[in-house]
């Protein structure tokens, strides 16, 4: 069964009411089934009550509700992939490198790695399992202009992967603002049901909302979107198991009188939507210090890794 095409089967959603749903997002089973009632009525243009039963089916349909036991849950962990940085230090960090069906969040002042990592990341997914990759492709959704063709024909050439290969298998969009990059994310899905993407990267995650929702009158209406967002990559990584890596500003530079330089944008919106946190800083030459700052499962800790022409190693 495809929820796309049982969409339509649900009771109280005709062609129209299905266009309506997927144009706003809902493009599958699950998502129907943890939205609200309000929010549903809003979007199809429903009645609360016809929304309900529209929910209450997807509920159904998608299976969702039941627990499982410990045991089970470890079994389905047993699918979890982790991808290398192309750092045997950073990937200890995080128990074995990149995980999949997680958000890992990457920040840090300008210059500390965060797109250096996250395209060496898009070129190390290609890789065979036993070289760290997982034979996949990448979408890299490009808030601030950073993505840079010249600098994935360096690292795949390092890596031993051909750099035109390499470069067809990295999906790039550039969003210009933040409702374009929240479509970016649902978009990604309709990319991933063709092709194996295995990895989905945010660079940055909070640059447009930051510059968009200005004052604290619109921080409610920012956190709100934000967290939808999140949800969206989330979504995408579990039903994927693909990696979601996110790059992020700090709240201000050292030399500036207000705002703290190791504190992340996005409050604890992103806190606690992220499962992994790691907070980059420069140090002499081409190291860079990654610090493990919060994780369910890992103790905090620091790697030392290097930045060269070739990409990320130790």
Same mark, same amino acid.
């Given at each position: 069964?495809? /929820? /796309?095409?049982?969409?339509?089967?649900?009771?109280?959603?005709?062609?129209?009411?299905?266009?309506?749903?997927?144009?706003?997002?809902?493009?599958?089973?699950?998502?129907?089934?943890?939205?609200?009632?309000?929010?549903?009525?809003?979007?199809?243009?429903?009645?609360?009550?016809?929304?309900?039963?529209?929910?209450?089916?997807?509920? #159904?349909?998608?299976?969702?509700?039941?627990?499982?036991?410990?045991?089970?849950?470890?079994?389905?962990?047993?699918?979890? =992939? #982790?991808?290398?940085?192309?750092?045997?230090?950073?990937?200890?960090?995080?128990?074995?490198?990149? /995980?999949?069906?997680? &958000?890992?969040?990457?920040?840090?002042?300008?210059?500390?790695? #965060?797109?250096?990592?996250?395209?060496?990341?898009?070129?190390?997914?290609?890789?065979?399992?036993?070289?760290?990759?997982?034979?996949?492709?990448?979408?890299?959704?490009? +808030?601030?202009?950073?993505?840079?063709?010249?600098?994935?024909?360096?690292?795949?050439?390092?890596?031993?992967?051909?750099?035109?290969?390499?470069?067809?298998? &990295?999906?790039?969009?550039?969003?210009?603002?933040?409702?374009?990059?929240?479509?970016?994310?649902?978009?990604?899905?309709?990319?991933?049901?063709?092709?194996?993407?295995?990895?989905?990267?945010?660079?940055?995650?909070?640059?447009?909302?930051?510059?968009?929702?200005?004052?604290?009158?619109?921080?409610?209406?920012?956190?709100?979107?934000?967290?939808?967002?999140?949800?969206?990559?989330?979504?995408?990584?579990?039903?994927?198991?693909?990696?979601?890596?996110?790059?992020?500003?700090?709240?201000?530079?050292?030399?500036?009188?207000?705002?703290?330089? +190791?504190?992340?944008?996005?409050?604890?919106?992103?806190?606690?939507?992220?499962?992994?946190?790691?907070?980059?800083?420069?140090? #002499?030459? =081409?190291?860079?210090?990654?610090?493990?700052?919060?994780?369910?499962?890992?103790?905090?800790? /620091?790697?030392?890794?290097?930045?060269?022409?070739?990409?990320?190693?130790?």
């Amino acid at each position: 069964m495809t /929820e /796309e095409t049982n969409m339509e089967d649900l009771p109280g959603v005709g062609p129209s009411t299905a266009q309506k749903l997927r144009d706003a997002g809902f493009r599958d089973l699950m998502s129907l089934a943890v939205t609200s009632p309000s929010e549903l009525a809003n979007v199809a243009d429903v009645g609360e009550n016809v929304a309900a039963k529209i929910i209450a089916a997807a509920k #159904k349909e998608a299976d969702i509700g039941d627990f499982q036991t410990g045991l089970q849950v470890l079994e389905d962990r047993k699918l979890v =992939g #982790k991808l290398h940085s192309g750092s045997d230090v950073l990937d200890a960090l995080l128990g074995g490198g990149f /995980e999949t069906k997680a &958000i890992t969040e990457m920040f840090g002042e300008y210059g500390s790695g #965060k797109t250096q990592i996250v395209h060496q990341l898009a070129v190390n997914v290609q890789r065979t399992a036993d070289e760290g990759g997982m034979e996949g492709h990448a979408i890299f959704i490009d +808030t601030e202009n950073t993505f840079r063709p010249e600098r994935i024909v360096q690292m795949a050439s390092a890596a031993g992967v051909e750099p035109e290969e390499a470069l067809s298998r &990295i999906h790039v969009a550039r969003a210009f603002n933040s409702h374009h990059q929240m479509l970016l994310a649902e978009k990604a899905k309709e990319v991933a049901d063709t092709i194996p993407v295995r990895l989905l990267v945010v660079d940055s995650l909070t640059a447009h909302f930051r510059a968009e929702f200005l004052g604290r009158g619109a921080l409610a209406e920012r956190q709100q979107k934000l967290n939808k967002h999140l949800h969206a990559l989330q979504r995408f990584g579990d039903i994927h198991n693909a990696v979601v890596a996110v790059t992020n500003q700090v709240q201000a530079k050292p030399d500036m009188l207000f705002g703290d330089p +190791t504190k992340p944008i996005g409050g604890h919106i992103v806190g606690h939507t992220a499962t992994f946190r790691i907070y980059l800083r420069k140090s #002499k030459g =081409g190291k860079r210090i990654a610090r493990l700052i919060d994780s369910p499962n890992l103790p905090e800790g /620091e790697a030392v890794f290097n930045v060269s022409e070739d990409g990320i190693g130790d």
